[in-house]
Nanobody, 122 residues
Framework: EVQLVESGGGLVQPGGSLRLSCVAS????????MSWVRQAPGKGLEWVSS????????VYADSVKGRFTTSRDNAKNTLYLQLNSLKTDDAAMYYC???????????????RGQGTQVTVSS
């Protein structure tokens, strides 16, 4: 059974930073591409970033490029998302997802965890 458990969310001021983690189990993490997606209140699911298996090549949505960094530790079966220079628009529930996606429709099809809430407010 695929299990994804996110953590690390919280309340941060604009300009602040957070690091999210996602511990994976139930599948071979090291050979699986992974993604981060988010959903703000009243809005649809938004793709944030994906990271490939193996080389760990990353891709980012334009809205977070240069501010967010995705990484993985295959020895720990853990996916990370470093969030820097946070904006109020970044406030959302953040989910890790098993697989790679770019569009909202496809991201919705991927298994994901229960999410971790990021609140950006002064």
């Amino acid at each position: 059974e695929v299990q994804l458990v996110e953590s690390g969310g919280g309340l941060v001021q604009p300009g602040g930073s957070l690091r999210l983690s996602c511990v994976a189990s139930g599948f071979t993490f090291s050979s699986t591409s992974m993604s981060w997606v988010r959903q703000a209140p009243g809005k649809g699911l938004e793709w944030v970033s994906s990271i490939s298996a193996g080389s760990g090549t990353t891709v980012y949505a334009d809205s977070v490029k240069g501010r967010f960094t995705t990484s993985r530790d295959n020895a720990k079966n853990t996916l990370y998302l470093q969030l820097n220079s946070l904006k109020t628009d970044d406030a959302a529930m953040y989910y890790c997802a098993k697989g790679s996606c770019r569009t909202d429709i496809y991201c919705n099809l991927l298994p994901r965890g229960q999410g971790t809430q990021v609140t950006v407010s002064s």
